[in-house]
Antibody
Framework: EVQLVESGGGLVKPGGSLRLSCAASGFTFSSYSMNWVRQALGKGLEWVSSISGNGNYIYYADSVKGRFTISRDNAKNSLYLQMNSLRAEDTAVYFC??????????????WGRGTLVTVSS | EIVLTQSPATLSLSPGERATLSCRASQSVSSYLAWYQQKPGQAPRLLIYDASNRATGIPARFSGSGSGTDFTLTVSSLESEDFAVYYCQQRFNWPLTFGGGTKVEIK
């Protein structure tokens, strides 16, 4: 089955760290660019970060630049998001999303169910 | 950063009616715009990409149009499963951005 499954969310104090993981299955993971998109409860979607299939190209939203690090392990079919210096405004459901396979087609055609990150003291 | 403004915020319609949703960009995004549908408690689903191309498995009642700064998503005849929130997203440049969403609710 083609799917993405996120894990690693939870409750963390401001200033703390968390590492999210996304396990991919059912497709050739290394052929696809991957992304993290977040959604605060009751709010809209916010793009967080993207990484190309070979990991050579990485992009971040200004709101997380310098604090979050996206990475991938194609041998393990896994995507990661290391989140440091967390703030209350980072509280959201974090979705792992696959970009369409066509080059530069940064639209998200496969999504996980999301993992909730709560930053609170 | 390209700002996408969606209107209206809420659209109240009955099943069988036509829905017309708007997305306006703060600068030209050419045709590099997508539409997503999101239901409560679910992940978004890609409906339309590059302004007018339906994604795999999307019914023909969904159509997209527009270029430059003004885009439209049309649902020709609403079915019960179409009541949801719809988002537009541009890939013209970084950062990728989403609109604030339009909720299509049952009248």
């Amino acid at each position: 089955e083609v799917q993405l499954v996120e894990s690693g969310g939870g409750l963390v104090k401001p200033g703390g760290s968390l590492r999210l993981s996304c396990a991919a299955s059912g497709f050739t993971f290394s052929s696809y660019s991957m992304n993290w998109v977040r959604q605060a409860l009751g709010k809209g979607l916010e793009w967080v970060s993207s990484i190309s299939g070979n990991g050579n190209y990485i992009y971040y939203a200004d709101s997380v630049k310098g604090r979050f690090t996206i990475s991938r392990d194609n041998a393990k079919n896994s995507l990661y998001l290391q989140m440091n210096s967390l703030r209350a405004e980072d509280t959201a459901v974090y979705f792992c999303a696959r970009a369409r396979i066509e080059r530069l087609s940064w639209y998200f055609d496969l999504w996980g169910r999301g993992t909730l990150v709560t930053v609170s003291s | 950063e390209i700002v996408l403004t969606q209107s209206p915020a809420t659209l109240s319609l009955s099943p069988g009616e036509r829905a017309t949703l708007s997305c306006r960009a703060s600068q030209s995004v050419s045709s590099y715009l997508a539409w997503y549908q999101q239901k409560p408690g679910q992940a978004p689903r890609l409906l339309i990409y590059d302004a007018s191309n339906r994604a795999t498995g999307i019914p023909a009642r969904f159509s997209g149009s527009g270029s430059g700064t003004d885009f439209t998503l049309t649902v020709s005849s609403l079915e019960s499963e179409d009541f949801a929130v719809y988002y537009c997203q541009q890939r013209f440049n970084w950062p990728l951005t989403f609109g604030g969403g339009t909720k299509v609710e049952i009248k």
